[in-house]
């Protein structure tokens, strides 16, 4: 379901109440929830895993983390919190 919103670039409009949310989701857009929240963790390690940079890692999850606002915007999301950043990565090298 993940890949069905947020894995394309296919452009997600509002739904009216007893439509989809979203092509693909069969959840009424009243039955959605009205707070998602994101923990962004495991970007560095994903990236190494595929033989690039931590840094990269770090972009890709940025990238995603756009289409992810823009989808929950349009589906109607009233709220989205995204802790992105804890006290441990302060003691991560400057370049990254």
């Known amino acids: 379901m993940w890949r ?7 452009e997600h409009k509002p739904a009216s109440s ?3 949310a979203s092509p693909g989701l069969s959840v009424p857009q009243n039955m959605l929830p009205r ?6 963790d495991g970007n560095g390690r994903w990236a190494t895993a ?6 990269a890692g770090h972009e890709a999850g940025a990238r995603t983390l756009k289409r992810i606002v ?6 109607g999301i009233e709220v989205l919190t995204v802790y992105a950043f ?3 990565n302060w003691k991560r090298p400057h370049r990254e």
Do not use: N, Q, Y
């Not at 707070?35 to 962004?40: C, D, E, Q």
């Open 4 to 10: 069905k919103l947020f894995g394309g670039d296919a």
């Open 18 to 20: 007893k439509e989809p």
């Open 35 to 40: 707070h998602i929240a994101i923990v962004m």
């Open 50 to 55: 595929k033989g690039s940079s931590r840094s």
């Open 70 to 75: 823009r989808a929950a915007s349009d589906m």
């Open 86 to 88: 804890s006290t441990e």
